[in-house]
């Protein structure tokens, strides 16, 4: 076995620790600096496999072990039968790897025989178990709020959903297209998961950025904004900034951390779109109002659990009633912000109800000469089931199951009165 291939499954296993353990996102764990660009990239994909479907794994691996092993040894059973059963790994080259890591460390060493009986029994016959185990659920604090919104049926659906994971999602220019890539109903360019971003077509010249179908309806809502001064608020790292910008309108890209908007002043140059990059804090900053403004607000991200599946390991509820704080008081900063007759399309990445319909019932409820404009999904390629009962559109990982999902979403456009 190569070391570089021993070398990127200590990594993942280092990643998987730094999210069960120490409760870091996976965004923020850099792997070695002396990993090759590919063995990184493996180790990511590695990590994110165990922790995709690590409540089916440790029900395949509870049958051989006699009672449960310390977080150490059980990642690297995780990681091996993750392999073996995720990936589809020659069962030698993987058992031998996961017992070649565990004897490089005292507090592994001596738990490597069983680790090599454990994985030997995996390889054997654990597909079958593996086929037999319902998709990971999620965590409490979660699934119940979930469960009590959408019900049984749905919220197993959206479970699922997180369990196949993403394709990767692109929103294009105006005429480009890729060669194999699937043109959905919204517009957005969709290509198998898995590919390297920056080697494909139109990487370079600018042509296209990396946005989720769902995240791409929210500047939509919008309409025309040619010639419209429009202020992207928590805009990095960007997607969202550069449609305005390649829809013709004159943007202000606002964002609180001067490292996001860097990544987005990249993001600009190679796509060669023009935006005001602004580092201040949204509830404080200060300019002439806007004909427009996006607020992708501050949330849990659980709607992108399907992309990130290391978030339900780290968030909880606590810092859920503390963004839902923040989310209306930048609701309150936006219109504040917003010229007479203007729209404001409020939006979180969440499915809980809390940081998305109660937010702008709130708002509505705050503020006499506010409306909400009512989303007809079908125009936009969506479909009627879309739409929520106050106006807005409610998007979920289970929508388009036989085109590979979507993000998670909630999206609303408001007026202020004249």
Same mark, same amino acid.
């Given at each position: *076995?190569?070391?570089?291939?021993?070398?990127?499954?200590?990594?993942?296993?280092?990643?998987?620790?730094?999210?069960?353990?120490?409760?870091?996102?996976?965004?923020?764990?850099? &792997?070695?600096?002396?990993?090759?660009?590919?063995?990184?990239?493996?180790?990511?994909?590695?990590?994110?496999?165990?922790?995709?479907? *690590?409540?089916?794994?440790?029900?395949?691996?509870?049958?051989?072990?006699?009672?449960?092993?310390?977080?150490?040894?059980?990642?690297?059973?995780?990681?091996?039968?993750?392999?073996?059963?995720?990936?589809?790994?020659?069962?030698?080259?993987?058992?031998?790897?996961?017992?070649?890591?565990?004897?490089?460390?005292?507090?592994?060493?001596?738990?490597?025989?069983?680790?090599?009986?454990?994985?030997?029994?995996?390889?054997?016959?654990?597909?079958?178990?593996?086929?037999?185990?319902?998709?990971?659920?999620?965590?409490?604090?979660?699934?119940?709020? #979930?469960?009590?919104?959408?019900?049984?049926?749905?919220?197993?659906?959206?479970?699922?959903?997180?369990?196949?994971?993403?394709? #990767?999602?692109?929103?294009?220019?105006? %005429?480009?297209?890729?060669? %194999?890539?699937?043109?959905?109903?919204?517009?957005?360019?969709?290509?198998?998961?898995?590919? !390297?971003?920056?080697?494909?077509?139109?990487?370079?010249?600018?042509?296209?950025?990396?946005?989720?179908?769902?995240?791409?309806?929210?500047?939509?809502?919008?309409?025309?904004?040619?010639?419209?001064?429009?202020?992207?608020?928590?805009?990095?790292?960007?997607?969202?900034?550069?449609?305005?910008?390649?829809?013709?309108?004159?943007?202000?890209?606002?964002?609180?951390?001067?490292?996001?908007?860097?990544?987005?002043?990249?993001?600009?140059?190679?796509?060669?779109? !023009?935006?005001?990059?602004?580092?201040?804090?949204?509830?404080?900053?200060?300019?002439?109002?806007?004909?427009?403004?996006?607020?992708?607000?501050?949330?849990?991200?659980?709607?992108?659990?399907?992309?990130? &599946?290391?978030?339900?390991?780290?968030?909880?509820?606590?810092?859920?009633?503390?963004?839902?704080?923040?989310?209306?008081? *930048?609701?309150?900063?936006?219109?504040? #912000?917003?010229?007479?007759? %203007?729209?404001?399309?409020?939006?979180?990445?969440?499915?809980?109800?809390?940081?998305?319909?109660?937010?702008?019932?709130?708002?509505?409820?705050?503020?006499?000469?506010?409306?909400?404009?009512?989303?007809?999904?079908? &125009?936009?390629?969506?479909?009627?089931?879309?739409?929520?009962?106050?106006?807005?559109?409610?998007?979920?990982?289970?929508?388009?199951?036989?085109?590979?999902?979507?993000? %998670?979403?909630?999206?609303?456009?408001?007026?202020?009165?004249?």
């Amino acid at each position: *076995m190569a070391a570089t291939g021993l070398e990127a499954r200590r990594a993942a296993l280092e990643m998987l620790h730094a999210v069960l353990w120490d409760k870091g996102m996976l965004a923020q764990v850099a &792997p070695h600096d002396d990993l090759s660009p590919s063995d990184a990239a493996r180790a990511g994909r590695l990590a994110a496999d165990v922790l995709r479907h *690590m409540g089916r794994l440790d029900a395949v691996l509870r049958p051989y072990v006699a009672r449960q092993p310390r977080m150490n040894v059980h990642n690297i059973l995780r990681l091996g039968a993750a392999e073996l059963l995720v990936a589809g790994g020659d069962a030698h080259g993987v058992v031998n790897a996961a017992v070649a890591i565990a004897k490089r460390h005292p507090g592994t060493a001596k738990a490597s025989g069983m680790i090599n009986a454990v994985l030997r029994r995996v390889a054997e016959d654990g597909a079958k178990a593996w086929a037999n185990t319902a998709p990971q659920h999620l965590p409490v604090w979660l699934r119940k709020p #979930l469960h009590k919104t959408y019900g049984t049926e749905v919220l197993a659906a959206i479970e699922a959903a997180h369990e196949r994971g993403a394709p #990767l999602d692109l929103t294009a220019k105006p %005429g480009f297209a890729i060669d %194999g890539a699937t043109v959905l109903p919204t517009g957005t360019l969709r290509l198998p998961k898995g590919q !390297q971003v920056s080697a494909l077509p139109g990487y370079d010249t600018g042509d296209w950025w990396v946005q989720d179908a769902a995240a791409a309806l929210p500047v939509k809502l919008l309409g025309d904004v040619t010639g419209a001064r429009v202020l992207d608020m928590c805009a990095a790292p960007g997607g969202k900034a550069m449609q305005l910008a390649s829809m013709g309108a004159k943007v202000t890209a606002l964002d609180l951390s001067r490292g996001r908007l860097a990544r987005l002043e990249e993001n600009l140059a190679r796509t060669d779109l !023009q935006a005001e990059l602004v580092c201040e804090d949204a509830l404080t900053y200060t300019a002439a109002p806007f004909d427009a403004i996006l607020l992708d607000a501050p949330c849990s991200a659980t709607g992108t659990i399907r992309r990130h &599946p290391d978030l339900p390991f780290v968030k909880s509820t606590d810092e859920v009633e503390a963004l839902t704080k923040l989310q209306m008081q *930048m609701i309150e900063a936006a219109l504040s #912000l917003l010229a007479p007759g %203007g729209r404001l399309v409020f939006c979180t990445c969440s499915l809980l109800p809390v940081e998305g319909e109660f937010q702008v019932k709130a708002a509505l409820k705050r503020h006499d000469g506010l409306r909400i404009l009512p989303v007809d999904p079908e &125009p936009l390629g969506g479909d009627a089931t879309w739409a929520s009962p106050e106006g807005g559109l409610r998007l979920r990982p289970d929508f388009w199951a036989d085109l590979g999902g979507m993000d %998670g979403f909630y999206i609303a456009c408001l007026r202020k009165s004249v």
